[in-house]
């Protein structure tokens, strides 16, 4: 019997709408591409999302490797509280499971101090209704590694059969898969409530 639902953030709670602020700062559009890669998707990035590193030192390594590109970094950055907002459907999808008498639980890989900026900045009007969360960032552990899972199911005393888990990534729904977790890859809100109520 499922009795909680354990959410990614980004891409599933809240759009990642790095390309959108590029649109509202006027950065010209074969930027995107580039950023893509050396930027929001690129290595360093990863490495904020892990929390071991520095990340003044990681933010050095970023610059350089968008050395052409400092000036459009450095204003994408200097904007970052507007990296994200929430989905529509957020609110009214987490208060529906509430109801049903689920635990709601976070477990997303985020920087440390982009998560806690992003809190201040209301981006996540969720976090007040949820049970609890695990950030990559504080506690220096990523998704797919398993011990991230381990270290969820651990601190708040959940048995991995009683768990799904929805995030937009294959390989970090498979390792939920490989604990136990019911595994949800998110496509999209019909998709993903539809497959999450036949499961609940």
Not at 95 to 110: H, M, V
Not at 162 to 176: G, I, K, M, P, Q
Request: with cysteine.
């Amino acid at each position: 019997m499922i009795k909680n639902v354990i959410f990614d953030v980004g891409n599933v709670l809240v759009d990642f709408c790095w390309r959108e602020l590029m649109d509202d700062l006027k950065l010209p559009e074969d930027l995107k591409g580039v950023f893509e890669g050396t930027v929001f998707g690129s290595h360093w990035w990863g490495e904020l999302d892990r929390g071991v590193r520095d990340e003044d030192e990681i933010l050095a390594m970023l610059r350089e490797d968008n050395r052409e590109h400092c000036r459009e970094f450095d204003l994408i950055w200097s904007n970052r509280d507007k990296l994200v907002k929430p989905y529509d459907y957020t609110l009214e999808m987490i208060d529906a499971l509430k109801e049903r008498g689920l635990k709601i639980y976070l477990l997303s890989n985020y920087p440390k101090n982009l998560f806690t900026l992003h809190a201040e900045s209301g981006c996540f009007p969720f976090l007040d209704r949820v049970d609890g969360k695990v950030v990559s960032g504080f506690v220096k552990l990523v998704k797919p590694d398993r011990e991230i899972y381990e270290y969820l199911l651990r601190k708040y005393d959940l048995r991995a059969e009683e768990c799904v888990f929805l995030d937009d990534r294959a390989d970090n729904v498979e390792a939920a898969r490989e604990l136990g977790i019911t595994g949800i890859l998110f496509e999209g809100y019909r998709q993903a409530l539809g497959e999450l109520e036949r499961i609940i």
